[in-house]
């Protein structure tokens, strides 16, 4: 149940297209949802969170789509470019846990964007 | 800016040698990890420390220790390295515990057992 299952383990597309990951739960407990993303050689770092009170979150090129009857939620990458080449998790956390509690993440995916 | 920086970025030790990998944050982070990232695992996590000489043990402990004296500092220790502790390391800090908290990770440790 504390599990979150990320698909899919890697994906190829071609610049200008649009990239998707999706995520999924189980614990009805989650109730923060962040993608991080980590280039080769580097530490991950949040790119962007969202909350179960809105069904979608937008900033510049990447957006996550939430789902929360599905238990769902996915980032899309529009007009995806090379410079987005790199790992994604997702993640899941409940925002008003006990003090030990975690983060979780997904698995991750490795995103390489055709020239 | 925050910043997390481990001690060393590339690492090779022997099986069997005691291996210390040491992590610093500068931004009075309540919350420490460590975690180890293999392809197709993820991020795995190992130990978690919420408070000064607190730890916590995370999905993979064994083979592992952690150790935390002062706020701003968390250490992972493996006592007798072995092949299979062969990873990617990478320590993570945050401000927030059980809430919408952003982790901050470090550039991570590349440790090889020969």
């Known amino acids: 149940q504390q599990q979150v299952k990320q698909s899919p383990q890697s994906l190829i597309v071609q610049k200008g297209g649009i990239s998707i990951i999706n995520c999924a739960y189980e614990n009805t407990a989650f109730d923060y949802f962040p993608w991080y993303q980590q280039f080769p050689g580097k530490g991950p770092a949040l790119l962007i969170a969202?909350?179960?009170?809105?069904s979608e979150k937008k900033e510049g090129r990447f957006t996550i789509s939430f789902n929360k009857s599905a238990k769902q939620f996915s980032l899309h990458i529009m007009d995806s470019q090379p410079g987005d080449s790199a790992t994604y998790f997702c993640a899941a956390s409940a925002r008003w846990g006990n003090r030990d509690d975690k983060i979780i993440f997904g698995k991750g995916t490795r995103l390489h964007i055709l020239p | 800016d925050v910043k997390v920086t481990q001690s060393s970025r590339y690492l090779v030790k022997r099986t069997g040698e005691k291996v210390f990998l040491e992590c610093v944050q500068d931004m009075d982070h309540e919350n420490m990890f460590w975690y180890r990232q293999d392809p197709g695992l993820g991020l795995r996590l190992i130990y978690f420390s919420y408070d000064v000489k607190m730890k916590e043990k995370g999905d993979i402990p064994e083979g592992y220790s952690v150790s935390r004296e002062k706020k701003e500092r968390f250490s992972l220790i493996l006592e007798s390295a072995s092949t299979n502790q062969t990873s990617m390391y990478l320590c993570?800090?945050?401000?927030?515990?059980?809430?919408?908290?952003?982790?901050?990770f470090g550039p991570g440790t590349r440790l090889t057992v020969t």
């Open positions: 969202i909350r179960p009170d809105v």
């Open positions: 993570a800090s945050s401000f927030l515990a059980g809430g919408d908290y952003e982790q901050y």
